[in-house]
Nanobody
Framework: QVQLVESGGGLVQAGGSLRLSCAAS????????VGWFRHAPGSERDVVAV???????YYADSVKCRFTISTDNARKKVYLQMNSLKPEATAVYYC?????????????????WGQGTQVTVSS
C-alpha cells in the first residue's frame, strides 16, 4: 500500500475548471495504476478516470472530453484536469492506487486511498 494525498478541490462556478493533484508519500507512481473516484451524497462512489501503469487511460462517459488524467514527468503526482464543470460534478474526489493493477474500473481494484478533496460546482 501507499499513502496518498489529494489537493486542489474547491468551489467553482459551472463551466469553470479545477485541477486536482494526487501525491504518493515518499515514492513515485512508477508501475502504479491510479484512479480518480468521486462520491456524491446519496450516490455510490464511482470511477471518474484511470491511468493504468502502462499509460492506458480510461474515462467515465460523463466526463469524456472534459476531464484529463495525467502525470508529471517524474511521475511524482497524478493530476485530474476538470474542464467545463457541471453542478452534478459536486462530490468528494478520491485518488486511489495499486501496484501493477491491470484493471482499475472499480473500488475493489485498489488497495490505497487518499482522504478525499471536496469539489463543489455552483450553478
Amino acid at each position: 500500500q501507499v499513502q496518498l494525498v489529494e489537493s486542489g478541490g474547491g468551489l467553482v462556478q459551472a463551466g469553470g475548471s479545477l485541477r486536482l493533484s494526487c501525491a504518493a508519500s515518499g515514492r513515485t507512481f512508477n508501475s502504479y495504476t491510479v484512479g480518480w473516484f468521486r462520491h456524491a451524497p446519496g450516490s455510490e462512489r464511482d470511477v471518474v478516470a484511470v491511468r493504468r501503469y502502462n499509460g492506458v487511460t480510461y474515462y467515465a462517459d460523463s466526463v469524456k472530453c472534459r476531464f484529463t488524467i495525467s502525470t508529471d514527468n517524474a511521475r511524482k503526482k497524478v493530476y485530474l484536469q476538470m474542464n467545463s464543470l457541471k453542478p452534478e460534478a459536486t462530490a468528494v474526489y478520491y485518488c486511489a492506487a495499486k501496484y501493477l493493477s491491470g484493471r482499475g474500473y472499480s473500488s475493489p481494484d485498489y488497495d490505497s486511498w487518499g482522504q478525499g478533496t471536496q469539489v463543489t460546482v455552483s450553478s
